[in-house]
């Protein structure tokens, strides 16, 4: 058993990163699995590459002088320029900058990332913001998440998070079988050793650092063993990786233009009895604590996630009206109620983005956080399936049947597609094309995934329907009504006069 050992592809910090340097950092020895064998470098590698790629030339949007104010800011304490998504947010107009950033992202890549840089640097944000209550927990520990914080920050680190327990068997207590959560075994002078598993771990394949803490699921604990939050590189000795199959690398087709580009990866984390150093810990044994946290290091993600939704709602919305004008029916009466159902998810998301920020609050360490924006999170997962269905139903069967490059290239079939499988005012190449497109957003591998993920990602649906009744305040309300129905209203009542004088003969 040996110690973490940080790559960053440098020997010091080194602000925005280049995409060039991304990719180099990413070939660091780390234990990555894919379909039964080890991946060395999965820069290089045929099914990372490309969204490897796609992230690289995200980070090089850093320096192009028309993006970089917005992307990037100048922090005073290191002198270096650094991801606009890791400033500490003190006014309005520190919140809306990041904001900006993050529509800038997460545009680009068509609301498809959900780990993008732009939502996991707030998490660290995050975290930075709860180190007082990580403090109390045990000395040190909020000063290690500060230390850990500024790493990432300065220098540009690519991050995931692991929160979830292997689906082994719900119903059990990991009491009484340990490997049903990740669990601290041994505490010692270098620090904690951890095994177990973490699923489902997204874009830990290309990603640097794992931030390890619970779901709000698996807070309570009746066991202090299995209440641990702490952060390690993804090289680290005994840390593996496996992958699921990919989504973009199929060998028909239109090569999958958004699976190839925006593929995140989800994996499963084992811990083979990790070392993580005292100064990588931040939380121990206290569930209380690790519930409460939860939302705390989660603030500024959650308003991001919004950010990241709406562009999301805003490709399917604008796909769809494409593929209803290459048919003919963006004026059927039933097509427009579909595509005005999608124009108001997006506005309503807009909504959502304004109201977090409306009801900004300054928290304990004087940053100022965007407000709760639970229900929405709750009405994000309710209208998901339904938005992505309105692309399938306009579709139709189009979004199916769809000829190949290569059919397309074939002399004995290109006259037929181009005489039966054309548009209104589109030809059969482009029209597939488009075709192929929506079905990558809505029907193929990739977009199931996508679509479970707008499901799942924000936590139990019920649960969160739960909390927010039982949170909801309600006592105003509850008083008028128990006023009214308490007595009846005596005889001779403006009421009951007005009633009485109104009443036929």
């Known amino acids: 058993m040996s110690e973490p050992t940080t790559t960053t592809g440098t020997t010091g910090p080194l602000g925005i990163r280049t995409g060039d340097a991304y990719r180099a950092s990413l070939d660091d020895g780390r234990e990555l699995y894919l379909d039964g064998k080890r991946v060395t470098d999965p820069a290089s590698h045929p099914a990372f590459k490309p969204s490897v790629d796609e992230l690289a030339r995200l ?6 002088p028309e993006h970089a104010p917005v992307m990037t800011w100048k922090d005073p304490q290191s002198g270096l320029t650094l991801g606009r998504a890791y400033q500490p947010t003190r006014t309005l107009e520190d919140l809306r900058a990041q904001r900006a950033s993050a529509e800038l992202w997460l545009s680009e890549s068509l609301g498809q990332h959900g780990r993008s840089p732009a939502f996991m640097s707030s998490i660290a944000l995050g975290l930075y913001d709860f180190r007082h209550q990580l403090e109390s927990n045990q000395a040190g520990f909020g000063a290690n998440a500060e230390a850990w914080y500024r790493h990432c920050a300065t220098n540009d680190l690519v991050l995931t998070h692991a929160l979830g327990d292997p689906q082994i068997d719900r119903s059990a207590d990991p009491v009484d079988d340990p490997d049903l959560a990740l669990r601290v075994i041994e505490e ?3 620090g904690i050793v951890v095994r177990g598993a973490k699923q489902l771990t997204t874009l830990a394949p290309t990603a640097h650092e794992v931030l390890v803490y619970l779901s709000a699921s698996f807070t309570q604990r009746s066991a202090e063993q299995f209440v641990v939050w702490c952060a390690l590189p993804l090289n680290t000795p005994g840390l593996i990786t496996l992958c699921r199959e990919p989504f973009g690398a ?9 699976a190839r580009r925006f593929d995140e990866q989800d994996a499963m984390l084992f811990f083979d009895d990790v070392l993580v150093p005292w100064d990588r810990v931040f ?3 206290d569930g209380a604590l690790a519930r409460t946290g939860l939302g705390r290091i989660n603030a500024w993600s959650a308003y991001i996630g ?7 709602l805003r490709t399917l919305l604008a796909t769809a009206t494409m593929v209803a004008e290459s048919i003919g029916v963006d004026g059927f009466r039933n097509v427009q109620e579909e595509l005005g159902k999608l124009a108001g998810y997006v506005e309503l998301t807009e909504y959502f983005i304004d109201a977090a920020e409306a009801r900004a609050h300054t928290t304990d360490s004087g940053l100022l956080a965007p407000g709760d924006t639970a229900a929405a999170r709750v009405w994000s997962a309710e209208v998901a399936a339904s938005a992505v269905a309105a692309v399938r139903n306009i579709g139709s069967a189009g979004v199916l049947m769809q000829p190949t490059p290569n059919d397309l290239e074939h002399p004995r079939l290109r006259p037929h597609l181009d005489r039966y499988m054309r548009g209104r005012n589109i030809p059969a190449d482009k029209k597939s094309r488009l075709f192929r497109l929506a079905w990558d957003l809505t029907g193929d ?3 199931q995934r996508q679509d479970l993920y707008e499901y799942v990602h924000r936590g139990d649906l019920a649960r969160n329907r739960i909390n927010l009744y039982l949170r909801h305040d309600q006592s105003e309300t509850r008083g008028r009504l128990e006023r009214l129905i308490s007595a009846p209203e005596p005889p001779g009542t403006p009421a009951d006069t007005q009633t009485q004088e109104g009443a036929r003969p």
């Open 59 to 64: 980070f090089d949007l850093q320096h192009d």
């Open 188 to 190: 010692n002078d270098k």
């Open 250 to 258: 199929e060998p028909f087709g239109h090569e999958h233009p958004l």
């Open 283 to 285: 939380l121990l044994r």
């Open 306 to 312: 919004h950010i990241r939704y709406r562009e999301r």
């Open 445 to 447: 591998s990739f977009g």
